[in-house]
């Protein structure tokens, strides 16, 4: 694992300890979809340079509106 890479799961680690309880139940359907998908939810976000995170913000947000 390279240092970036590392990096990113300490940022995606620190998202999910911080998240509100909307923004873990976005996380965990997107967890359950990458499962079902037969890939990893760690690589997807570190893949997806933060996309995941923008992702579950975004809909958190627009959700409240």
């Known amino acids: 694992?390279?240092?970036?890479?590392?990096?990113?799961l300490e940022k995606?680690?620190?998202m999910i300890m911080n998240a509100s309880d909307e923004e873990?139940?976005?996380i965990q359907e997107v967890?359950?979809?990458?499962q079902l998908d037969g890939v990893s939810f760690y690589?997807?976000?570190?893949?997806?340079?933060?996309?995941?995170?923008?992702s579950i913000k975004?809909?958190?947000r627009e959700s409240r509106k």
């Open 58 to 60: 975004q809909e958190t």
């Open 12 to 14: 995606l680690d620190q």
């Open 43 to 54: 690589d997807v976000f570190v893949n997806s340079k933060s996309l995941v995170n923008q």
């Open 1 to 8: 694992m390279t240092p970036s890479e590392r990096e990113l």
């Open 24 to 26: 873990l139940k976005k």
């Open 31 to 34: 967890d359950i979809q990458t």
